[in-house]
């Protein structure tokens, strides 16, 4: 049989991953990338700590990267990898949030793995009816699909939405089976952003719903949950950006244990974006604060990078568990 495009780029889909992820009580992390520094910190973070991983972007940061330039990115991850670190980790080129059956085929169509629909912020009966058609065309490309029930607040990216409205367990078997989706965002309390929660000083942000996630994963059982906006937010980075003249007060937000306890059910992928941000942006600040005179790119991006790199190890390590699982 053919190669399949994103095949000969050396990509996987999600479906051994997510079985292994469910079966083992760990998530597999999907870190968004805009820039070569961000994926270059997410392949040497999973290389090194031996973790499956899903280096993922939104409809922007496609538009940023530029769609071409992104294919061959991906297949030069795939070769960093194999042959600068001697790692045979599956690596899947996912969609984040795609919005439209035409986003969801170009990416199919350039060499994508997995795409995400996302027609959470449809009627019930659109979002079905999308994301059938993205399922229909992405299974004859072998591609997975993501899609999603409920909405997250908070915004990211094009993404954005007042308040949060959870997943109503009632309708996750009725969507899943009329879709014919490989996994199910879900909303349990997990924000978009840096601000996910209005909280004072001292205060804990909001625990997140396990017993609707409970209730999902009876309806559902074995079958992939997907949590996005699930950023801790570390409170180290946003002191630092703070420190060296930014401006992020009362950014919080989800905590590790919470997701680590996640981790530990049906959840098999966790998405991580703003917290990339953070460190790259803290790290940078910081550079240019100390070094008012530095000019040269490498010498506050590389920093960045090793930065970055190791609050990812930390993630695979202590949070999702899928350290080791490569």
Do not use: W
């Amino acid at each position: 049989m053919a190669k399949r495009l994103y095949e000969e780029l050396g990509l996987v889909n999600t479906t051994e991953m997510f079985k292994k992820a469910v079966k083992g009580g760990y998530a597999i992390p999907a870190y968004n990338f805009n820039n070569m520094e961000q994926l270059q910190a997410i392949i040497m973070a999973c290389a090194e700590s031996s973790s499956p991983v899903i280096i993922q972007v939104s409809s922007g940061a496609r538009k940023y990267a530029n769609q071409t330039m992104l294919k061959y990115m991906a297949q030069g991850a795939v070769q960093m990898a194999r042959k600068d670190f001697k790692s045979n980790i599956p690596i899947c080129l996912h969609l984040d949030h795609g919005d439209t059956f035409e986003l969801c085929k170009s990416c199919i169509d350039s060499g994508f793995s997995s795409v995400m629909i996302d027609g959470s912020h449809h009627p019930y009966a659109k979002n079905v009816e999308l994301t059938k058609q993205v399922v229909e065309y992405a299974h004859k490309h072998g591609v997975t699909v993501e899609g999603e029930l409920g909405v997250l607040a908070g915004i990211e990216d094009e993404v954005s939405a007042e308040k949060s409205t959870y997943t109503k367990p009632e309708e996750v078997q009725d969507f899943v089976s009329k879709t014919g989706v490989d996994s199910l965002a879900i909303s349990i309390g997990t924000s978009h952003g840096a601000f996910k929660f209005k909280v004072k000083p001292g205060e804990q942000p909001p625990p997140l719903r396990f017993d609707v996630l409970e209730e999902i994963e009876k309806k559902l059982p074995g079958f992939p949950i997907v949590l996005h906006g699930a950023s801790s937010i570390p409170q180290d980075y946003v002191a630092m950006i703070n420190k060296f003249g930014g401006k992020m007060e009362g950014a919080v937000g989800v905590s590790e244990e919470q997701l680590r306890k996640a981790a530990k059910s049906a959840v098999c992928k966790i998405n991580i974006d703003s917290d990339g941000r953070l460190v790259v942006t803290a790290v940078i600040r910081k550079v240019f604060a100390e070094k008012p005179g530095e000019f040269d790119p490498r010498k506050y991006l590389g920093p960045a990078r090793e930065e970055l790199k190791k609050l990812l190890i930390h993630k695979n390590e202590h949070v999702l568990g899928s350290a080791g699982k490569g």
